[in-house]
């Protein structure tokens, strides 16, 4: 009997690690346009996603629009943080005035013309959101529900004192995670 008991003991240890280890390896890759501000919203993006479902993220800056969505559609990079406005610049499309309006038509000329899927914007003037590709969003389904708690939370004003607070690069990680602590988000 106790060899019976630790054999399905050994047996269920064994499955379990493997289920475990289904997880493992996942990387994000988020990419930005090279600027403060976006380096500290793919930093809480970043933080926010490791710290709660433990997938490895890293963060690609790029040096404009064309070397990012390069990487986009080569499969480089699956999230990017990204601007109402600057999307209208990357479909070759002029902005549209109405919010609402602008935000239908980029959700759905990114899906159409790119595979992306955009969320919630973060918040700010114009407003900054995560834009997952396909792919991505297949591979890590639950991460929409998360990135949308970020919605709304990032006023022109947050952004601004985080930015400033940020000043560095050691700095930004500490930011972004003192920012999530006080919000409850880890």
Do not use: H
């Not at 050994?10 to 976006?38: D, F, H, Q, R, W």
């Not at 380096?39 to 790029?62: D, H, M, N, Y």
């Not at 949308?148 to 947050?158: I, R, S, Y």
């Not at 607070?165 to 988000?185: I, Y």
């Amino acid at each position: 009997m106790k060899r019976w008991l630790t054999g399905i003991l050994l047996a269920l240890l064994l499955a379990t690690a493997g289920e475990a280890g289904a997880c493992v390896g996942k990387i994000l890759y988020i990419g930005i346009p090279n600027s403060p501000a976006e380096q500290v919203l793919a930093e809480l993006v970043a933080t926010l996603v490791s710290e709660r479902t433990g997938t490895t993220v890293k963060i690609l800056p790029f040096k404009d629009s064309r070397e990012l969505y390069a990487a986009v559609k080569k499969g480089s990079v699956g999230l990017v943080i990204e601007n109402r406005d600057r999307g209208f610049d990357v479909l070759g499309r002029p902005r549209e005035s109405n919010p609402k309006t602008a935000m239908e038509t980029l959700r759905r000329e990114y899906q159409r013309t790119l595979n992306m899927v955009w969320l919630e914007p973060f918040g700010g003037n114009p407003p900054y959101a995560p834009v997952i590709t396909t792919d991505t969003l297949s591979s890590l389904p639950a991460l929409p529900k998360l990135l949308n708690k970020l919605a709304g939370l990032l006023t022109d004003d947050v952004c601004t004192r985080l930015v400033k607070a940020a000043k560095g690069d050691d700095k930004t990680k500490k930011v972004a995670r003192d920012f999530l602590k006080s919000k409850r988000l880890i």
